[in-house]
């Protein structure tokens, strides 16, 4: 039970692009799904709490202009990395549950360069 | 909000020694506690996970267990193998009733064969 998938797991871009990174709920619905940052041999930076139908709630210090995030349905939420810069580039990875009180499963993550 | 501190950051075993990873919180209210396993280039992955209630948990050989009095909760492998190398992240519920987690540094675990 419980998986998680994101997409895609390796994304090169040049800057000024953006970019779109999707998180799925496989096997159940999440109305709420996080986004985590992760520099190298670092823990996980969490970016934002998406949620669905509603405006997501970003953490002090992250841009929301500049991370976009959409939560359009119960089994999906997307990232969007706009005008990206080299200094954007990290490990992105996602993270759902399917009830209030279960555990939280993560996607496999999504390597951003941008060059 | 919760504080999770984790140690130690890197451990280095022998295969077929056991491991033991600590963490500590600060939030007397949390009551949920999850490790977590994360291999090179993955996103993390759920192995235990403990809720106030009980003292240990068991699975195979993975283990738990949790001190509320002093605030810590420390994981336990048995019998190490090379697979197990890895890092692994601690956490804890960010406040009181909140449903994010405040991750522990992490500790990368080396099984040597």
């Known amino acids: 039970g419980a998986v998680v998938s994101q997409h895609p797991s390796r994304v090169i871009c040049k800057s000024g692009t953006s970019v779109k990174i999707e998180c799925r709920s496989l096997d159940f619905q999440a109305t709420t799904m996080f986004w985590y940052r992760q520099f190298p041999k670092k823990s996980l930076m969490l970016m934002a709490t998406?949620?669905?139908?509603?405006?997501?709630?970003?953490e002090q210090g992250v841009e929301k202009d500049k991370f976009l995030i959409n939560h359009a349905s119960l089994t999906l939420s997307t990232l969007t990395v706009t005008s990206a810069h080299p200094e954007d580039s990290s490990f992105y990875i996602c993270?759902?549950?399917?009830?209030?009180?279960?555990?939280?499963?993560f996607g496999n993550g999504t390597r951003l360069t941008v060059t | 909000g919760e504080n999770v501190e984790q140690h130690p950051s890197t451990l280095s075993v022998q295969e077929g020694d056991s491991a033991v990873i600590k963490c500590t919180y600060s939030d007397s209210a949390s009551n949920y506690f999850p490790w977590y396993k994360q291999e090179l280039g993955k996103g993390p992955q759920l192995i235990i996970d403990i809720r106030s209630n009980v003292g240990e948990k068991k699975d195979q050989r993975i283990a738990v267990t949790l001190n509320k009095t002093a605030k810590h909760f420390s994981l336990h492998i048995t019998e190490t193998q090379p697979e197990d190398s890895a890092v692994y992240f601690c956490?804890?519920?960010?406040?009181?009733?909140?449903?994010?987690?405040?991750f522990g540094k992490g500790t990368k675990l080396s099984v040597i064969p």
């Open positions: 993270s759902a549950r399917d009830r209030d009180l279960s555990p939280l499963h």
């Open positions: 956490a804890a519920p960010t406040g009181a009733g909140s449903y994010q987690l405040t």
């Open positions: 998406s949620n669905e139908g509603s405006k997501a709630t970003y």
